[in-house]
C-alpha cells in the first residue's frame, strides 16, 4: 500500500503551510533557518540560511518585468524608524556580543538590563539579538530612559521609562507590495535555472514546494521543463527589501502543464489551488516529522518495548532527536493538550471528514496548544521527547477515521481540499486576474517588457 506515499516530498509539502511560508518570507527573522536548509528536494539546491536577504538581486533578463500593483496604502501608521535624536547612541551587534557588552557600550549596566526585563514582556525578545541589528540607547543622567531594538527593515521594538518603569511596543512597518515576474526554463537544474531567472533561492523552493505534490523535483525534472511565477516584491519607501509571497504560477513538466494560484478564504486561510479551485496539496501529510525514520510500525499485535507484553501498537514510531519540531499533518482543531497516560504529552487534533490525529511523547508542546486552537497543515504543534511510557525521544503518532485507528502509513488520504461551492464565486472573482496576469506574460513577453519601460503602468 505504499504508494499512497504522495508524489510530491513531504518535507516539501510541510512547507506548503502558511506558517511555513512566512518563515521563508523575508520579513520573517531567521529563527528558523533550519527549515530552510531541510527543505531541499531539489538536485544542486543547497541553500544556508536566508543569505538572499542581505544579497540584492541580479537584474533579471529581458523575459523578466516588475508589474506595479495598486499599492494599497491600508491606513498606514507613519513611523519614522530612525528619529535618533542628540542623545540616542546607536550602536550595531557585533559578533558575540551579548546585552550585557552592548549595555556596557552604552554606558549601562546590568541593572538596566534586570529593569528592562522586569517591566516590559516585550524585553524577551532582546535576548534575540542577532549581528547586524542596530540597537539605540536613550540615556540620561546615567540612567536608561528609551531602548530602540531595530530588529529588521519592518520590525522594531521601542522602550520607554516613564514613573511606571518600562513599557515596549513592537512597531511593524507595512511594506509597498508590486508584483514580479520571472520566467525560466531548465536546463541543468531548476536551482540554476531559478539562478538565471533572477530568483531569490528561497523563492525558487517555494515554487517547487508548492507543486511539490504533482512533480517530483528530485526524478521527474527534464531538460526543457520550465516554469513562471508571479511573485510579491517588498518596498520601504521605495527601496527594495524583500520578497513575499508567490501569487501565482505555472511549472511545464515533460510537456504537461500545472497552475496554481495562491487565495485567502473568507477565514483567512491561505493556500495554493488549481484555476479550477481544487487545492495544490493533499489534506493530509503523510508524516509529522520530515525526514524521521521509522522505529516502530503500526502493529495490533506488538511486544511492547518498555512493558514487555503483548500490547497493540496503535500508530507509528518516528525516532528524532528530543526537540525535533512535530507538525499537524492537517489543518483542523485541537481537542486534547496535556498529559495522558502512556502517552505522555500529547495533543490530539480533530480535522474534518472524521479524522483524528495523535501525537505523544511530547518533550513540549508549541505555543498556544490549547483545546479549541485551531492549527494549519504543517504547524508546529509540539517537539519530540519521552514524556510518558517511551524508551527514548520518539514521536507515536495516531491516525483515527470514524472512530477506528488505521496505519498512518498505508491509510489512504483525503483529497485535496478544493474550494467551498458557497466559496467558489468569491474565489474566482479573487483569483481569475491573477491567472489573466500570469498568461498575459506568457502570451506577449515584449509587450509586457516594453510596457514596463515606458513606465505607463
Ligand atoms: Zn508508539
Redesign the pocket.
Known amino acids: 500500500m505504499l504508494e499512497h506515499v504522495p508524489r510530491g516530498h513531504l518535507a516539501a509539502a510541510a512547507l506548503v503551510s502558511t506558517g511555513l511560508i512566512a518563515a521563508l518570507s523575508i520579513t520573517d527573522d531567521a529563527k528558523r533557518p533550519s527549515v530552510i536548509t531541510q527543505s531541499t528536494n531539489i538536485p544542486g539546491l543547497e541553500i544556508q540560511g536566508i543569505e538572499t536577504q542581505a544579497t540584492p538581486i541580479a537584474i533579471p533578463p529581458v523575459e523578466s518585468i516588475i508589474q506595479e500593483v495598486a499599492a494599497k496604502p491600508e491606513k498606514t501608521v507613519v513611523i519614522t524608524p530612525e528619529p535618533v535624536g542628540p542623545q540616542w547612541k546607536e550602536f550595531t551587534v557585533q559578533n558575540g556580543d551579548n546585552l550585557s557588552i552592548l549595555f556596557k557600550r552604552a554606558g549601562l549596566n546590568d541593572r538596566a538590563i534586570y529593569e528592562l526585563f522586569s517591566d516590559a514582556k516585550e524585553a524577551k525578545d532582546l535576548r534575540h539579538i542577532r549581528p547586524g541589528q542596530k540597537m539605540s540607547f536613550l540615556v540620561e543622567d546615567g540612567r536608561l530612559t528609551g531602548l530602540k531594538y531595530i530588529i529588521s527593515e519592518l520590525d522594531s521594538l521601542t522602550f520607554e521609562r516613564s514613573s511606571k518603569g518600562f513599557s515596549g511596543k513592537q512597531i511593524t512597518l507595512k511594506p509597498d507590495v508590486k508584483y514580479a515576474f520571472r520566467q525560466g526554463t531548465i536546463d541543468s537544474s531548476l536551482y540554476m535555472a531559478g539562478k538565471r531567472a533572477g530568483m531569490p533561492s528561497p523563492l525558487t523552493m517555494e515554487m517547487a514546494n508548492i507543486f511539490g505534490w504533482d512533480i517530483d523535483f528530485a526524478l521527474d525534472i527534464q531538460k526543457g521543463d520550465s516554469f513562471k511565477v508571479m511573485y510579491e516584491e517588498q518596498f520601504l519607501k521605495g527601496k527594495k527589501i524583500g520578497f513575499g509571497k508567490v501569487i501565482a504560477a505555472e511549472f511545464t513538466n515533460g510537456g504537461k502543464t500545472f497552475k496554481a494560484v495562491r487565495y485567502t478564504d473568507k477565514d483567512g486561510h491561505s493556500a495554493y489551488y488549481t484555476p479550477d479551485g481544487r487545492g495544490m496539496h493533499k489534506a493530509f501529510l503523510r508524516t509529522p516529522i520530515e525526514f524521521a525514520r521509522i522505529s516502530?510500525h503500526f502493529n495490533l499485535a506488538r511486544k511492547h518495548p518498555v512493558l514487555h507484553i503483548i500490547r497493540a501498537?496503535k500508530?507509528t514510531?518516528y525516532a528524532a532527536a528530543r526537540g525535533t519540531p512535530i507538525r499537524a499533518t492537517g489543518n483542523g482543531k485541537v481537542s486534547f493538550a496535556g498529559r495522558k497516560g502512556g502517552y505522555g504529552n500529547t495533543v490530539i487534533i480533530q480535522h474534518g471528514q472524521g479524522i483524528q490525529t495523535l501525537y505523544g511523547h511530547m518533550n513540549a508542546f508549541a505555543k498556544g496548544m490549547r483545546s479549541g486552537a485551531r492549527v494549519s497543515q504543517g504547524d508546529v504543534i509540539g517537539y519530540v521527547g519521552s514524556t510518558g511510557l517511551a524508551s527514548g525521544p520518539h514521536l507515536?503518532y495516531e491516525f483515527h477515521v470514524n472512530g477506528q485507528v488505521r496505519n498512518p502509513v498505508t491509510v489512504p488520504l483525503p483529497k485535496a481540499i478544493g474550494i467551498d461551492k458557497a466559496e467558489l464565486a468569491r474565489f474566482n472573482e479573487t483569483t481569475r486576474p491573477l491567472i489573466a496576469k500570469l498568461d498575459q506574460f506568457k502570451s506577449n513577453n515584449r509587450l509586457a517588457v516594453a510596457k514596463n519601460n515606458s513606465n505607463d503602468n
Open positions: 516502530s501498537h500508530g514510531d507515536h
